[in-house]
Each structure stands twice: as structure tokens, then as C-alpha cells.
């Protein structure tokens, strides 16, 4: 299981050729502020608290949404790859033949802290509380860095040029421990889904979170 001190220092050290001593205690203020997490109590519905800082966006339904948006780029996907602790795979899958490389707009899930944007491994990871964080692997980060603050659906990068299977996956993390990304949306993100599977959400590939 990952501390969340542990990722305090990571943060910090990064901050430390910024000269930004004042963000250590923004991140300390952020990170107690977002206290009461609950624990995860179904699949896909949506409904566990995440109790980000400051985003107003988020109060008429509570969640993350999703890092993807056909409606925001030119693409429809073509498929998704549920969740599966069974098969150890740990992310939800969202894949299109019609991303454009360096042009798909891919959005923070959530307000937090940037904690590691890696143009390498195509990969960011955002801090949004004490307990949770999220990771995009499948994006090419611009505009962030590790110590970044960001808001709730801003750009935080794009698709990359070279995208393994066309294939962008969204990670959400409680405590260290993986679990279904789909429990921590938002309302608005799940209606999204919704029109995306044409209305069978729940019903696609029998449980879109297949514990």
C-alpha cells in the first residue's frame, strides 16, 4: 500500500528547483481539506465521495470524470475494456481508431496535484485528496508538470503519437490499491457512458467493472 507521505516528498523534492516552498503547505492545505473519504461500495454507480478542493463543478454530483470526451475532439470510440480484478486488468479501457496523435485533447479526471507527467511512459498522475489519486497512461503531457495544480476536465495533454492499440487507460487508486474507475464518476461522466453505449452502460460486456 502506497503512503500518501510518500507522495508529499515525491512533490516536494520535485518542487524544490521551482522555488515554491509556499506549495508544500497549498498541498498540505489541500490534503486536509479533502478528509472522509468513503470506501468503495459498488461498481459503476457513481456514488463514493471524493471531496475535491475547491471545484465547484463537482457539487451537484461528486466523482471524477472521465479523461476522454468524444464530444470535446473529432473521434467515436470504437471499443472499452472493462475492469477486471479477476484478469489483474486494473484500468478502464477506452480505445478509438480515430484518435488524432498530437491533437486529441485528453482532461484531468479531477482537481488536484500534477504528481508525475512523463512524456516517456505517456503517462500523468493526479493527486485529487489524501486518499485517491488518478493515472492516464495513453497521453502525451503539455502544459504540466509534477507540482502542477489542476482543475477538474482542464487539458492536460494529448495523444501521443505512437498509442499502443489505439488504447488510452484510466487508473483510479484508494489508499495505494487500484479499484474500478467507473465507482468514482461523476453523474455527468456516467450520463457521457451512457450516450456512448447507447443507453446500455450497465449491460455492456455484462458488468462494465468485472470484479
Known amino acids: 500500500m502506497e503512503s500518501f507521505f510518500c507522495v508529499e516528498v515525491e512533490v516536494v523534492k520535485t518542487w ?3 522555488s515554491v516552498i509556499n506549495m508544500k503547505a497549498k498541498l498540505k492545505a ?8 468513503g470506501i468503495l461500495t459498488s461498481c459503476g ?3 463514493e465521495p471524493i471531496g475535491n478542493l475547491g471545484d465547484s463543478s ?5 466523482g471524477l470524470a472521465l479523461p476522454l470526451v468524444p464530444s470535446n475532439n473529432s473521434y467515436t470510440f470504437s471499443s472499452f475494456t472493462p475492469y477486471s480484478q479477476v484478469s489483474g486488468n486494473l484500468y478502464w479501457g477506452m ?9 486529441t485533447a485528453v482532461y484531468a479526471p479531477g482537481t488536484g496535484f500534477v504528481i508525475a507527467a512523463e512524456t516517456a ?3 500523468v498522475k493526479i493527486l485529487h485528496n489524501q486518499h485517491i489519486y488518478s493515472m492516464v497512461i ?4 503539455s502544459g504540466i508538470t509534477a507540482g502542477s495544480y489542476v482543475t477538474a476536465q482542464s487539458q492536460i495533454g494529448t495523444i501521443p503519437t505512437s498509442l499502443s492499440n489505439n488504447l488510452v487507460k484510466f487508473y483510479v487508486y484508494v489508499d495505494g490499491i487500484a479499484v474500478c474507475p467507473l465507482s468514482y464518476l461523476s453523474s455527468a461522466a456516467r450520463g457521457q457512458l451512457t450516450s456512448f453505449f447507447y443507453g446500455s452502460f450497465y449491460n455492456y460486456q455484462t458488468n462494465p467493472c468485472q470484479q
Open 45 to 47: 454507480q457513481g456514488i
Open 121 to 123: 511512459s505517456q503517462t
Open 30 to 37: 489541500f490534503l486536509a481539506a479533502s478528509m472522509g473519504v
Open 95 to 103: 480505445q478509438s481508431a480515430s484518435f488524432v496523435p498530437q491533437s
Open 138 to 141: 495513453g497521453v502525451l503531457p
Open 58 to 62: 463537482l457539487a451537484a454530483g461528486p
Open 16 to 18: 524544490k528547483d521551482m
